[in-house]
T-cell receptor, first 113, second 113 residues
């Protein structure tokens, strides 16, 4: 158990809908990273938050947004969902901004039908 | 986005054999990481490398940070059935203050008892 908790574990939704994925980082970790894992693209970095502030953006679509709350949990919002958004979404956390010992949650498997 | 070339894509080996996999990049990284992912789980950090030429071991696993900073390899000695999974390399380049990881597409390892 990495200590990073993601909910829900599975999500099935229809195209055009909006979903929210939740991540609770390990106790004491200030950084949260979101990654998307699809079969053809592998693990792709989406966004990084540190202590409530956005620090870096990767290949995140405009239909996607995220935030980190004062209690350090983070949410990833995916809207106007398309079939191609079906993937595993992982959250990882680390103590600082530059530390690379990021620990991953078990992921949320999103299926868009 | 930036990609790492990880090879081989998959491998089947006999229990007890040694395994070698590698990652190459067209860009320089200042950190290399190796993760293992089991089905239904998030990636788990195996080894972190921070210096060019560094050779680090973790039990039966040994990884090296290439001298050019553009490659890394992972060796697993005397493989056992629980080594089955997908192994990912990841690189980090802290230029422009970014801390996200760039992942390879993974090496799927199957061990035949």
């Amino acid at each position: 158990d990495s200590g990073v908790t993601q909910t829900p574990k599975h999500l099935i939704t229809a195209t055009g809908q909006r979903v929210t994925l939740r991540c609770s980082p390990r106790s004491g970790d200030l950084s949260v990273y979101w990654y998307q894992q699809s079969l053809d693209q592998g693990l792709q970095f989406l966004i990084h938050y540190y202590n409530g502030e956005e620090r870096a953006k990767g290949n995140i679509l405009e239909r996607f947004s995220a935030q980190q709350f004062p209690d350090l949990h983070s949410e990833l919002n995916l809207s106007s969902l398309e079939l191609g958004d079906s993937a595993l979404y992982f959250c990882a956390s680390s103590v600082g901004q530059g530390t690379t010992e990021a620990f991953f949650g078990q992921g949320t498997r999103l299926t868009v039908v | 986005g930036q990609q790492l070339n990880q090879s081989p894509q998959s491998m089947f080996i006999q229990e007890g054999e040694d395994v070698s996999m590698n990652c190459t990049s067209s860009s320089i990284f200042n950190t290399w990481l190796w993760y293992k992912q089991d089905p239904g789980e998030g990636p788990v950090l195996l080894i972190a490398l921070y210096k060019a030429g560094e050779l680090t071991s973790n039990g039966r696993l040994t990884a090296q940070f290439g001298i050019t900073r553009k490659d890394s390899f992972l060796n697993i000695s005397a493989s056992i059935p629980s080594d089955v999974g997908i192994y990912f390399c990841a690189g980090r380049n802290s230029g422009a203050g970014s801390y996200q990881l760039t992942f390879g597409k993974g090496t799927k390892l199957s061990v035949i008892p």
